[in-house]
């Protein structure tokens, strides 16, 4: 009589996990070399090629002074009248004087110590408001 060798085949339930580091680590390559990164788009500031210093009337100059609190002073040409306001009102405020004098110019100035993010946020209000004619000044005073 013939003794039938007959081998179980056995059924593994688990999951061969010898490769899962480098497949883990393919996919990571994968995705760090496909993935692109958005650019930082700055400020659009054109600047003046060469030129001398214009004189401008007082008058044709609305002075906006940021303070290190993140409020902002207002000051129409010589007037000694100060409004303080929001950084978000500076487009309302720009909007109703640039209608009432076409020539006015922005004088964005800035304490030293003031975060460099209260002054983008002015200038994105004139931004938002049309302004064309903005002038950077640090503030001495």
Excluded: C
């Amino acid at each position: 009589m013939a003794i039938l060798d007959k081998k179980k085949s056995k059924v593994n339930d688990e999951v061969p996990s010898a490769s899962m580091a480098d497949i883990a680590f393919l996919l990571l390559i994968f995705f760090l070399v496909t993935t692109t990164f958005p650019k930082n788009k700055g400020l659009a500031i054109v600047l003046p090629e060469e030129g001398g210093e214009i004189e401008i009337s007082p008058r044709n100059i609305l002075h906006i002074i940021i303070r290190p609190d993140g409020l902002v002073d207002v000051k129409r040409g010589e007037s000694p009248q100060v409004q303080t306001v929001s950084p978000n009102d500076i487009e309302g405020i720009w909007r109703q004087d640039v209608s009432e004098n076409p020539n006015l110019i922005a004088a964005v100035k800035t304490h030293g110590p003031t975060p460099y993010r209260f002054m983008i946020d002015v200038l994105d209000a004139l931004h938002t408001a049309n302004a064309e004619r903005i002038s950077l000044q640090l503030f001495e005073g």
